[in-house]
Nanobody, 121 residues
Framework: QVQLVESGGGLVQAGGSLSLSCAAS????????MSWHRQAPGKQRDLVAA?????????NYADSVKGRFTISRDNAKNTVYLQMNSLNSEDTAVYYCNAVRTVGAVNLDYWGQGTQVTISS
């Protein structure tokens, strides 16, 4: 049982920055990794960035955001962040937080409610 709550979405001007947060609660110690995905109208939901929950904090980024976005975590707060810089119109989408939890031999996906990010101008 994992609950994910995103926050930080909103309107931002092209070229600007925005930071998203995802707070996890429940069986947080069983989470293997967390990630951010986004979905624009008429498009697929795609991976933006991912980070492992264990030591080392390995990260993975979509090519479209590499060098502009940074994923990080704060284990004390059970929260993962997405710092977004140099935003452009292609970044407009609903951003979803995802967590993978292992139960026995099965990996389960959990999703937040999503937060809208809109780039203006």
């Amino acid at each position: 049982q994992v609950q994910l709550v995103e926050s930080g979405g909103g309107l931002v001007q092209a070229g600007g920055s925005l930071s998203l947060s995802c707070a996890a609660s429940g069986s947080i110690h069983s989470i293997n990794a967390m990630s951010w995905h986004r979905q624009a109208p008429g498009k697929q939901r795609d991976l933006v960035a991912a980070i492992t929950s264990g030591s080392g904090g390995s990260t993975n980024y979509a090519d479209s955001v590499k060098g502009r976005f940074t994923i990080s975590r704060d284990n004390a707060k059970n929260t993962v962040y997405l710092q977004m810089n140099s935003l452009n119109s292609e970044d407009t989408a609903v951003y979803y937080c995802n967590a993978v939890r292992t139960v026995g031999a099965v990996n389960l996906d959990y999703w937040g409610q999503g937060t809208q990010v809109t780039i203006s101008s």
